[in-house]
């Protein structure tokens, strides 16, 4: 099993090897692959009209392409599906014609990448303040400067509360950009 971080607006490629001990990848087999949702065991993707039903399903178990080299593939655009950060779901392969049911399985989980972005530069460019104290406590501002986004408890490394020192830095402007 392997854990996959995508966007929501991919094209999430579902790849699975099937190898032979000493002789590699195994050509010619017919996998397929059916797709839940994580927090369901029983609402699967009908690969003919991209919608979760528990029942009734055209297709669940959809026919992969071989790339080559025993390597088998299908692909699915996350939009068609409306996938939405936070959403997990876990694609479930079988190879039928060599009489192995559920040989493997992926977990996608999905992440919006602009957000972790937008994140990542409120990280590097916003107010952080520390405050001591047991626990000391570290928060990290919006670009408004007054509400807080994310708050860390702080100790030292024997698991101490924080003392303030004078003369130590303890808060961070917002940056602005350089020349």
């Known amino acids: ?3 996959t971080i995508v966007s ?6 579902m790849v699975l090897t099937v190898t032979r001990s000493g002789t590699g990848g195994i050509s010619g087999l017919s996998p397929t692959v059916a ?8 609402e699967y993707l009908d690969w003919n009209d991209l919608t979760f039903k528990t ?3 055209t297709i669940k178990n959809a026919s992969m392409i071989e790339i ?3 390597h088998y593939q299908r692909r699915l655009d996350l939009t068609t599906i409306s996938a ?3 959403d997990q779901y876990v694609a479930e392969y079988d190879v039928p014609n060599v009489g192995s049911q559920g040989v493997d399985s992926d977990v996608f989980i999905i992440e919006d990448a602009a957000q972790d972005t937008e994140f990542m530069r409120k990280m590097v ?3 952080i303040e520390q405050t001591s ?3 000391g406590i570290l928060e990290l501002y919006d670009d408004d400067g007054t509400t807080v986004l994310y708050r860390w408890q702080l100790r030292d490394e024997a698991g101490n509360g924080i003392v303030a020192i004078q003369g130590a830095s303890a808060r961070r402007s917002q940056g602005t950009p350089g020349p």
């Open 1 to 3: 099993m392997s854990y």
């Open 8 to 13: 929501p607006s991919v094209v999430a490629p």
């Open 35 to 42: 797709f839940r949702k994580a927090a369901t065991t029983n």
């Open 55 to 57: 029942v009734g399903w």
């Open 68 to 70: 080559g080299g025993g």
């Open 84 to 86: 939405a950060d936070g």
């Open 125 to 127: 460019t916003n107010r």
């Open 133 to 135: 104290g047991n626990p």
